[in-house]
């Protein structure tokens, strides 16, 4: 199914470029929270998904951290990266489908946000756009 492996190049938070700037993030321990909503022929429930991430000082120092990883299939088309956020545009493809996928990050010290747009076109399911929203914040030491 074209979804899956789409929802997790999507939501992944690993390293991926480099950043001219460290990001304006707290090095600890991170509670993330992503809601992803579905527009679809089909009723699909909304997901929910929370995961931790124990961001080091090292993690952000060494330039590669931004919230985004590549999975096989998909070409990062754009990739802009600053102290304050990451905004970025990919396409994976997929037999039998396709999925443009627009997303941002913005950092703020102690908490983040985002969101991920999702196109999918799949001879499958049709066309389904799903959006994502990413909520992040730092509770305390790793």
Do not use: K
């Not at 939501?11 to 809601?35: C, H, K, M, R, Y």
């Not at 909304?46 to 931790?52: G, K, P």
């Not at 080091?56 to 956020?85: K, M, P, R, W, Y």
Request: glycine share 8%.
């Amino acid at each position: 199914m074209l979804l899956r492996p789409l929802l997790a190049s999507a939501l992944l938070v690993l390293p991926l470029a480099a950043v001219a700037e460290s990001p304006n993030i707290e090095p600890g321990q991170w509670d993330f929270t992503s809601t992803t909503t579905v527009e679809a022929d089909m009723p699909i429930p909304d997901q929910t998904e929370t995961y931790q991430e124990c961001i080091a000082q090292s993690d952000l120092d060494d330039g590669t951290f931004d919230f985004i990883e590549e999975e096989e299939g998909c070409e990062l088309l754009e990739h802009n990266v600053s102290a304050d956020g990451v905004d970025y545009q990919m396409i994976c493809q997929e037999e039998g489908g396709e999925a443009t996928i627009d997303g941002n990050m913005a950092f703020m010290g102690d908490r983040t946000e985002g969101n991920v747009d999702i196109l999918v076109e799949s001879q499958q399911m049709g066309q389904m756009q799903l959006q994502t929203v990413i909520e992040g914040e730092r509770t305390g030491d790793c």
